[in-house]
């Protein structure tokens, strides 16, 4: 288990992320980080902070329960009736496990979130 401070730094120190394919993205930056602030034994509660270029992906079943706040950046999520969603700095929300999401990073995001499996 990771454990330490109480707080989340909004900018630690980040190494390589791979959650994305290549193909998702929409620009010539394919930067993808993330630092893991917390991880139960079993990894199955995470909390991060997460950081990626702008990309496109539609999640037909989004695969954990996340909970997430903008430190930076800009992201629109889609609902599968066609409607959407956008945020920005200072905004959290939720996608459920399993819930259909159009996913798109419209400027390089920079998140903090929780994640249950």
Known sequence: MTTGRFGIDPNP??????INGPDVFTSEDHTEL???????DDESVTAGTWECAPCREVIEAYPVHEMMTV?????????????????????TFYIAKG???DWEITETLRKIYMIVE
């Open 13 to 18: 120190e980040m190494g390589p992320s791979d």
């Open 71 to 91: 430190v930076s950046g800009a992201i629109t999520l889609g609902h599968k009736d066609g409607s959407s969603e956008s945020f920005g700095p200072g905004d």
């Open 34 to 40: 993330n630092h893991t602030h917390f991880a139960t």
């Open 99 to 101: 819930q259909y999401v």
